[in-house]
T-cell receptor, first 111, second 114 residues
Framework: AQSVTQPDIHITVSEGASLELRCNYSYGATPYLFWYVQSPGQGLQLLLKYFSGDTLVQGIKGFEAEFKRSQSSFNLRKPSVHWSDAAEYFCAVGGAGKSTFGDGTTLTVKP | DVKVTQSSRYLVKRTGEKVFLECVQDMDHENMFWYRQDPGLGLRLIYFSYDVKMKEKGDIPEGYSVSREKKERFSLILESASTNQTSMYLC?????????????FGDGTRLSIL
Protein backbone atom coordinates (compact mmCIF):
# COMPACT_ATOMS: atom_id res chain seq x y z
CA ALA A 1 0.00 0.00 0.00
CA GLN A 2 1.17 3.50 -0.68
CA SER A 3 1.06 6.34 1.82
CA VAL A 4 2.31 9.88 2.29
CA THR A 5 3.23 11.65 5.51
CA GLN A 6 3.69 15.37 5.83
CA PRO A 7 4.99 15.69 9.38
CA ASP A 8 4.41 19.42 9.74
CA ILE A 9 0.80 20.57 9.88
CA HIS A 10 1.72 24.24 10.06
CA ILE A 11 4.95 26.14 9.36
CA THR A 12 5.65 29.84 9.81
CA VAL A 13 8.60 31.55 8.13
CA SER A 14 9.65 35.15 7.68
CA GLU A 15 9.52 36.72 4.26
CA GLY A 16 12.89 36.29 2.56
CA ALA A 17 13.83 33.25 4.66
CA SER A 18 14.40 29.82 3.18
CA LEU A 19 11.75 27.13 3.30
CA GLU A 20 11.73 23.35 3.46
CA LEU A 21 8.53 21.32 3.63
CA ARG A 22 8.92 17.66 4.46
CA CYS A 23 7.31 14.73 2.71
CA ASN A 24 7.86 11.04 3.41
CA TYR A 25 6.28 8.34 1.31
CA SER A 26 5.80 4.62 1.37
CA TYR A 27 5.70 2.77 -1.93
CA GLY A 28 7.09 -0.55 -3.08
CA ALA A 29 8.56 0.49 -6.40
CA THR A 30 9.90 3.71 -7.88
CA PRO A 31 7.19 6.23 -7.13
CA TYR A 32 5.72 9.06 -9.10
CA LEU A 33 5.91 12.07 -6.78
CA PHE A 34 4.16 15.42 -6.91
CA TRP A 35 3.90 18.66 -4.97
CA TYR A 36 0.78 20.82 -5.25
CA VAL A 37 -0.11 24.21 -3.81
CA GLN A 38 -3.58 25.39 -2.83
CA SER A 39 -4.29 29.08 -2.30
CA PRO A 40 -7.35 29.96 -0.19
CA GLY A 41 -10.62 29.27 -1.97
CA GLN A 42 -8.98 27.60 -4.93
CA GLY A 43 -8.15 24.16 -6.21
CA LEU A 44 -4.74 22.54 -6.19
CA GLN A 45 -2.07 23.60 -8.66
CA LEU A 46 0.88 21.42 -9.62
CA LEU A 47 4.24 22.83 -8.48
CA LEU A 48 6.51 20.04 -9.69
CA LYS A 49 6.73 16.32 -10.36
CA TYR A 50 9.30 13.54 -10.23
CA PHE A 51 9.10 10.50 -12.46
CA SER A 52 12.70 9.38 -12.93
CA GLY A 53 16.19 10.67 -13.71
CA ASP A 54 17.70 13.67 -11.96
CA THR A 55 16.70 13.56 -8.31
CA LEU A 56 16.57 17.35 -8.01
CA VAL A 57 13.57 18.71 -9.85
CA GLN A 58 12.69 22.30 -10.56
CA GLY A 59 9.15 23.59 -10.50
CA ILE A 60 7.18 26.75 -10.92
CA LYS A 61 7.34 29.82 -8.66
CA GLY A 62 11.01 29.12 -7.77
CA PHE A 63 10.35 25.84 -5.94
CA GLU A 64 12.48 22.71 -6.14
CA ALA A 65 12.31 19.27 -4.59
CA GLU A 66 14.81 16.50 -4.02
CA PHE A 67 14.00 12.81 -4.24
CA LYS A 68 15.98 10.73 -1.75
CA ARG A 69 15.25 7.05 -2.19
CA SER A 70 17.27 5.99 0.85
CA GLN A 71 15.16 8.23 3.08
CA SER A 72 11.86 7.77 1.22
CA SER A 73 11.60 11.53 1.13
CA PHE A 74 10.65 14.20 -1.38
CA ASN A 75 11.13 17.52 0.42
CA LEU A 76 10.10 20.82 -1.13
CA ARG A 77 12.42 23.82 -0.89
CA LYS A 78 12.54 27.46 -1.78
CA PRO A 79 15.56 29.68 -1.07
CA SER A 80 13.61 32.89 -0.37
CA VAL A 81 9.94 32.92 0.53
CA HIS A 82 7.57 35.65 -0.68
CA TRP A 83 4.37 36.70 1.09
CA SER A 84 2.41 35.31 -1.87
CA ASP A 85 3.70 31.80 -1.05
CA ALA A 86 1.36 31.61 1.94
CA ALA A 87 -0.87 28.65 1.10
CA GLU A 88 -1.41 24.98 1.79
CA TYR A 89 1.01 22.51 0.24
CA PHE A 90 0.28 18.89 -0.58
CA CYS A 91 2.68 16.09 -1.39
CA ALA A 92 1.33 13.14 -3.38
CA VAL A 93 2.60 9.75 -4.47
CA GLY A 94 1.27 7.83 -7.45
CA GLY A 95 1.61 4.50 -9.16
CA ALA A 96 -0.15 1.18 -9.71
CA GLY A 97 -3.36 2.91 -10.67
CA LYS A 98 -3.68 5.04 -7.58
CA SER A 99 -2.78 8.45 -6.19
CA THR A 100 -2.40 9.24 -2.50
CA PHE A 101 -2.20 12.73 -1.05
CA GLY A 102 -0.67 13.83 2.22
CA ASP A 103 -2.74 15.80 4.70
CA GLY A 104 -1.06 19.05 3.74
CA THR A 105 1.18 21.66 5.36
CA THR A 106 -0.10 25.19 5.86
CA LEU A 107 2.54 27.85 5.29
CA THR A 108 2.24 31.24 6.98
CA VAL A 109 4.64 34.00 5.92
CA LYS A 110 5.51 36.72 8.43
CA PRO A 111 6.33 40.20 7.11
CA ASP B 1 -3.76 24.94 -20.47
CA VAL B 2 -6.06 22.35 -18.93
CA LYS B 3 -9.30 23.75 -17.65
CA VAL B 4 -11.42 21.90 -15.11
CA THR B 5 -14.66 23.72 -14.44
CA GLN B 6 -16.97 23.01 -11.55
CA SER B 7 -20.49 24.30 -12.09
CA SER B 8 -20.90 26.08 -8.75
CA ARG B 9 -18.45 27.74 -6.35
CA TYR B 10 -20.99 27.83 -3.52
CA LEU B 11 -24.10 25.74 -3.01
CA VAL B 12 -26.63 25.59 -0.19
CA LYS B 13 -29.06 22.68 -0.01
CA ARG B 14 -31.42 21.15 2.53
CA THR B 15 -31.19 17.81 4.30
CA GLY B 16 -32.75 15.02 2.24
CA GLU B 17 -32.40 16.77 -1.10
CA LYS B 18 -30.77 15.08 -4.07
CA VAL B 19 -27.75 17.18 -4.99
CA PHE B 20 -25.80 17.21 -8.25
CA LEU B 21 -22.27 18.58 -8.55
CA GLU B 22 -21.02 18.92 -12.11
CA CYS B 23 -17.48 18.96 -13.44
CA VAL B 24 -16.25 19.47 -17.00
CA GLN B 25 -12.71 19.20 -18.37
CA ASP B 26 -11.56 20.38 -21.76
CA MET B 27 -8.41 18.31 -22.37
CA ASP B 28 -9.79 14.93 -23.36
CA HIS B 29 -8.46 13.33 -20.18
CA GLU B 30 -9.36 9.71 -19.53
CA ASN B 31 -9.45 9.99 -15.75
CA MET B 32 -11.67 12.11 -13.57
CA PHE B 33 -11.89 12.27 -9.78
CA TRP B 34 -14.07 13.61 -7.01
CA TYR B 35 -12.58 14.49 -3.62
CA ARG B 36 -13.89 16.09 -0.51
CA GLN B 37 -11.66 18.30 1.58
CA ASP B 38 -12.23 18.92 5.26
CA PRO B 39 -9.97 20.75 7.75
CA GLY B 40 -7.43 18.39 9.25
CA LEU B 41 -8.45 15.49 7.02
CA GLY B 42 -6.72 16.43 3.77
CA LEU B 43 -8.17 15.23 0.47
CA ARG B 44 -10.29 12.12 0.55
CA LEU B 45 -11.17 10.35 -2.68
CA ILE B 46 -14.88 9.68 -3.14
CA TYR B 47 -15.00 8.15 -6.64
CA PHE B 48 -12.97 8.18 -9.79
CA SER B 49 -13.57 7.21 -13.39
CA TYR B 50 -10.99 6.00 -15.92
CA ASP B 51 -13.32 5.93 -18.92
CA VAL B 52 -16.83 6.80 -20.01
CA LYS B 53 -19.41 4.85 -18.00
CA MET B 54 -16.64 3.36 -15.83
CA LYS B 55 -16.33 4.20 -12.16
CA GLU B 56 -14.39 3.02 -9.15
CA LYS B 57 -15.06 3.61 -5.47
CA GLY B 58 -12.54 5.65 -3.60
CA ASP B 59 -11.98 5.79 0.13
CA ILE B 60 -15.32 7.30 1.18
CA PRO B 61 -18.05 6.43 -1.38
CA GLU B 62 -20.90 5.98 1.12
CA GLY B 63 -23.77 8.37 0.47
CA TYR B 64 -22.49 9.34 -2.97
CA SER B 65 -22.82 8.14 -6.53
CA VAL B 66 -21.31 9.34 -9.81
CA SER B 67 -22.16 9.49 -13.47
CA ARG B 68 -19.92 9.73 -16.50
CA GLU B 69 -21.94 9.64 -19.69
CA LYS B 70 -19.49 11.75 -21.71
CA LYS B 71 -15.73 11.83 -21.51
CA GLU B 72 -15.54 15.48 -20.56
CA ARG B 73 -18.17 15.45 -17.80
CA PHE B 74 -18.18 13.79 -14.39
CA SER B 75 -21.07 14.30 -12.01
CA LEU B 76 -21.17 13.67 -8.28
CA ILE B 77 -24.58 12.88 -6.80
CA LEU B 78 -25.59 13.09 -3.16
CA GLU B 79 -28.61 10.80 -3.11
CA SER B 80 -30.09 12.22 0.09
CA ALA B 81 -27.99 15.05 1.44
CA SER B 82 -27.08 15.06 5.11
CA THR B 83 -25.40 17.70 7.26
CA ASN B 84 -22.22 15.63 7.52
CA GLN B 85 -21.76 16.08 3.78
CA THR B 86 -21.15 19.79 4.24
CA SER B 87 -17.68 20.18 2.79
CA MET B 88 -15.47 21.48 -0.01
CA TYR B 89 -15.70 19.24 -3.07
CA LEU B 90 -12.89 19.17 -5.60
CA CYS B 91 -12.96 17.68 -9.08
CA UNK B 92 -9.79 16.71 -10.94
CA UNK B 93 -8.74 15.10 -14.20
CA UNK B 94 -5.62 13.42 -15.57
CA UNK B 95 -4.49 11.44 -18.59
CA UNK B 96 -2.76 8.11 -18.85
CA UNK B 97 -2.56 5.58 -16.07
CA UNK B 98 -4.03 6.80 -12.81
CA UNK B 99 -1.25 7.91 -10.48
CA UNK B 100 1.43 8.27 -13.15
CA UNK B 101 0.48 11.77 -14.26
CA UNK B 102 -0.41 14.91 -12.31
CA UNK B 103 -4.01 15.78 -11.67
CA UNK B 104 -5.58 19.06 -12.76
CA PHE B 105 -8.05 20.50 -10.29
CA GLY B 106 -11.09 22.71 -10.48
CA ASP B 107 -11.57 25.56 -8.02
CA GLY B 108 -13.94 23.56 -5.85
CA THR B 109 -17.57 23.71 -4.76
CA ARG B 110 -18.23 24.68 -1.18
CA LEU B 111 -21.42 22.81 -0.30
CA SER B 112 -23.50 23.55 2.79
CA ILE B 113 -26.29 21.22 3.83
CA LEU B 114 -28.77 22.81 6.22
Amino acid sequence: AQSVTQPDIHITVSEGASLELRCNYSYGATPYLFWYVQSPGQGLQLLLKYFSGDTLVQGIKGFEAEFKRSQSSFNLRKPSVHWSDAAEYFCAVGGAGKSTFGDGTTLTVKP
Amino acid sequence: DVKVTQSSRYLVKRTGEKVFLECVQDMDHENMFWYRQDPGLGLRLIYFSYDVKMKEKGDIPEGYSVSREKKERFSLILESASTNQTSMYLCASSFGLVGNQPQHFGDGTRLSIL
